[in-house]
């Protein structure tokens, strides 16, 4: 057995250790109704006559207590005004840089990063297949991780720095789901895990699938919103056209959207939060359709 199938039969092993968990945590109301509450209630009132809990309680002065309750909650107000008086007024929030990047390199950039992660789990397939050897896979394996370290800290850390770790993360899980698949890829559990055992590589393209889909859910549970931000071009009567640019965690494409202004009072030039319409799998983005409030920008 080689070294990435013992690697595959350890993951699979914690896969199914995980599903166990989650089965008994769906049980534990089944075993909290089983619990005698009568015994519960005398052990409790047990504990509490040992402990003389209550005579303890009695003996404590509450307006001494007060009085430190009090002094402490001034001396956070006091520190929170000073923070506040700090920052000013309103909160700035730092934006996509627009004047550093356009539009069209910041999306090329997005486009090779998809690329990249692409070839990624492409290369890892064909190794799995026995197309490519063992050192001919580590080494593009290498080239293609290095690629993506570069575009993320060199670029895109400066073109979205406020949701920057949104960018890494997403793409650097599809390097782990790429790590996955190689390592229980040549897995018998695998094969044995779906109803495919005379087509092993049918058995490879679905875990590959189940995995990527994986990799989508835990993204929108973490990171997804349902608005973006952008910036007033142009007024019309209760409309803005809003410029907006590429936007990972609510899938918005850099583009200029007619929204409503809705009854706000904005300015052209002016930074806005956009509110989207969204779809659970929508290929060409969402789309902004009204402004929720205006902001401050640090740019």
């Known amino acids: 057995m080689s070294i990435f199938a013992k690697f595959g039969e350890i993951i699979i092993k914690l896969f199914n250790l995980i599903g166990t968990v989650i089965i008994e945590i769906t049980r534990i109301p089944q075993h909290i109704r089983g619990i005698d509450t009568d015994k519960v209630k005398n052990d409790i009132s047990r504990i509490k006559e040992e402990s003389k809990i209550e005579e303890r309680l009695s003996n404590i002065d509450v307006s001494k207590v007060k009085e430190k309750v009090s002094s402490t909650s001034k ?33 090329n950039t997005i486009l090779k990063l998809q690329l990249i992660s692409g070839l990624f789990l492409v290369i890892s397939i064909l190794y799995i297949f026995r197309f490519l050897s063992l050192i001919l896979y580590g080494f593009l394996a ?30 650097f899980m599809y390097i782990a789901v790429g790590i996955i698949l190689v390592l229980v890829g040549n897995s018998a559990s695998l094969t044995m895990a779906f109803p495919f055992q005379l087509m092993p590589s049918f058995t490879v393209l ?18 997804h919103r349902d608005f973006t931000y952008g910036q007033v071009i142009e007024l019309g009567k209760n409309t803005a056209y809003v410029r907006v640019d590429y936007d990972i965690r609510s899938n918005v494409k850099p ?3 007619v929204v409503e202004t809705n009854n706000i009072d904005v300015n052209e030039n002016e930074w806005v939060k956009v509110q989207i319409e969204s779809g659970i799998l ?13 902001v401050a920008s640090s740019n």
Not at 75 to 101: H, L, M, N
């Open 282 to 294: 929508s290929m060409n983005g969402n789309k902004p359709v009204r402004i929720i409030e205006k």
């Open 142 to 171: 290498v080239v293609l991780v290095v690629l993506l370290w570069y575009l993320l800290y060199k670029k895109v850390i400066l073109m979205y720095a406020e949701d920057f770790n949104a960018y890494r993360d997403f793409f």
């Open 255 to 257: 583009d200029i959207y």
């Open 206 to 223: 679905i875990f590959a699938v189940i995995m990527v889909a994986v990799v989508y859910l835990i993204f929108r549970i973490r990171y």
């Open 75 to 107: 001396s956070k107000q006091s520190t929170t005004r000073t923070e506040a008086d700090s920052k000013g007024v309103s909160e700035k929030i730092s934006f996509p840089a627009f004047d550093k990047f356009s539009s069209k390199e910041k999306e």
